[in-house]
């Protein structure tokens, strides 16, 4: 892929490349095998996404990049030129403050505890984090299982608080009215 969108791949370098605009972008990353890999966001009402026909993954391509009339060629085909058919992920979150009352022999964890959009990368993390700290609750109550949800659930609250917040920040960032000056400002100090 990387040889066939030669100019994309140059654009993209070695990492993430992202180019955003106010409720849209293309957000693509290199592989280290040398694949390219691309989403596409949009925000859009839900019916616009169900009048496009994904089956027909050539045609609902050509749509979403006609979204991106006067972008640089060498990121709408990203969109256009794929050897994989599109997947459409609708994005939703939790509210930040999303909390639950204890219930006896039952708690949650990953998405189930903290559904939350993809812009802090962190959603995957926390599963597997959650999973780790479930069990270590669970050992350390030594069978006590109402103590162990219990303790997990008190440090797992604030720690999804803290990065829910940021997701919700980010994912204002990359699409809010200000972008893509606003993922400049973001990203810059972190750059220097
Ligand atoms: C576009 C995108 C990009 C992302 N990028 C990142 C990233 O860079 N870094 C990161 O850390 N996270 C990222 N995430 C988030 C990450 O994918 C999720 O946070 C993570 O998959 C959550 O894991 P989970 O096990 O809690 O839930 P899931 O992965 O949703 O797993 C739940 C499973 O339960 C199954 N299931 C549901 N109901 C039932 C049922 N009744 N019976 C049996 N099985 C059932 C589902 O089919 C699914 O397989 C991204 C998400 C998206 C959408």
């Known amino acids: 892929m990387a040889a066939r969108l030669k100019a994309s791949a140059d654009a993209i370098g070695e990492g993430t490349l992202m180019a955003v605009a106010p409720g849209q972008g293309i957000l693509t990353h290199r592989h280290a095998d040398g694949r390219l890999q691309t989403y596409t966001a949009l925000a859009r009402p839900e019916p616009w996404f169900d009048a496009i026909d994904f089956r027909d993954a050539e045609a609902a391509l050509a749509r979403i990049a006609?979204?991106?009339?006067?972008w640089a060629s060498h990121l709408t085909a990203?969109?256009?030129?794929s050897d994989a058919?599109?997947?459409?992920?609708?994005?939703?979150?939790?509210?930040?403050s999303h909390r639950?009352?204890?219930?006896?022999?039952l708690t949650l964890l990953g998405d189930a505890a903290h559904l939350?959009?993809?812009?802090a990368g962190e959603g995957a993390n926390l599963a597997l984090y959650d999973g780790a700290e479930l069990a270590r609750a669970i050992?350390?109550?030594?069978?006590?299982?109402?103590?162990?949800?219990?303790a997990y659930e008190s440090e797992l609250i604030p720690r999804l608080a803290e990065i829910a917040d940021a997701s919700a920040q980010n994912l204002v960032q990359f699409f809010g009215?200000?972008?893509?000056?606003?993922?400049?400002?973001?990203?810059?100090?972190k750059l220097l």
């Open 66 to 70: 006609a979204e991106f009339a006067g």
């Open 78 to 81: 990203l969109i256009t030129t």
């Open 85 to 96: 058919d599109p997947v459409l992920r609708h994005i939703h979150a939790l509210p930040v």
């Open 100 to 105: 639950w009352d204890r219930r006896p022999g």
């Open 116 to 119: 939350m959009s993809p812009f």
């Open 139 to 150: 050992v350390t109550a030594l069978g006590d299982i109402g103590t162990a949800l219990a």
């Open 177 to 189: 009215a200000d972008a893509p000056y606003s993922v400049v400002s973001m990203l810059a100090p």
